[in-house]
């Protein structure tokens, strides 16, 4: 089955920046998507079709990527950024859709 | 406004049945791709399966863990989703959430927590 891991946890001190991967096991030049959750809270895209920003979303959260690695920097963090990020795509068909294994981001 | 609104949730003995429904308003819901997703306590988000509008052939696709014992459907004329869970196991206990994961955005219900418990 197709797979994407993340790293468990990123830690960042505010103003700095904080960088999420996203590794598939297999390129399927499907998009990736982006979604933060906090606490007690359904997810929120942050990230549409591997860079996209979607409106309402600041202008600090921008996505890249490169062969089978796509990433999500969050730039100037701020204390409201700290949450778990998940990155989201789907197999080769585009059948079946995945969520990474989802990324902490605690603000020091 | 797009709203989804989970209900049914609630303790359930394994081996046993559900229903969650999901309302929806605020979209054109029969236009729609709708999907579930889960999130067992303490876990990470897992896609549960996902229905097609009847105009794109109503296709519906399902996880492997759930596949056979899971069915989604939809009501057009009622803009409500539906999972049917049955032979529910522990390890299906989580809070399930119905979503649009459109192309360019995303609306998620709040969810309903389903517990499969003795």
């Known amino acids: 089955s197709y797979e994407l891991t993340q790293p468990p946890s990123v830690s960042v001190s505010p103003g700095q920046t904080a960088r999420i991967t996203c590794s598939a096991d297999?390129?399927?030049?499907?998009?990736v998507y982006w979604y933060q959750q906090k606490p007690g809270q359904a997810p929120v895209l942050v990230i549409y079709?591997?860079?996209e920003r979607p409106s309402g979303i600041p202008e600090r959260f921008s996505g890249s990527s490169s062969g089978t690695t796509v990433t999500l920097t969050i730039s100037g963090v701020q204390a409201e950024d700290e949450a778990d990020y998940y990155c989201?795509?789907?197999?080769?068909?585009?059948?079946?859709?995945?969520f990474g294994t989802g990324t902490k981001v605690t603000v020091l | 406004e797009v709203q989804l609104v989970e209900s049914g949730g609630g303790l359930v003995k394994p081996g046993g049945s559900l229903r969650l429904s999901c309302a929806a308003s605020?979209?054109?819901?029969?236009?729609?791709?709708m999907t579930w997703v889960r999130q067992a306590p303490g876990k990470g988000l897992e896609w549960v399966g996902r229905i097609k509008s009847k105009t794109d052939g109503g296709t519906i696709d399902y996880v492997a863990p759930v596949k056979g014992r899971f069915i989604i459907s939809r009501d057009d004329s009622k803009n409500t989703l539906y999972l049917q869970m049955n032979s529910l196991r522990s390890e299906d206990t989580a809070v399930y959430y119905c979503a649009t994961l459109g192309d360019s955005s995303a609306d998620w219900g709040q969810g309903t927590l389903v517990t499969v418990s003795s």
């Open positions: 297999a390129l399927t030049k499907q998009y």
């Open positions: 989201q795509s789907a197999d080769s068909s585009g059948t079946f859709y995945v």
């Open positions: 079709k591997d860079s």
């Open positions: 605020g979209f054109t819901f029969n236009n729609a791709w």
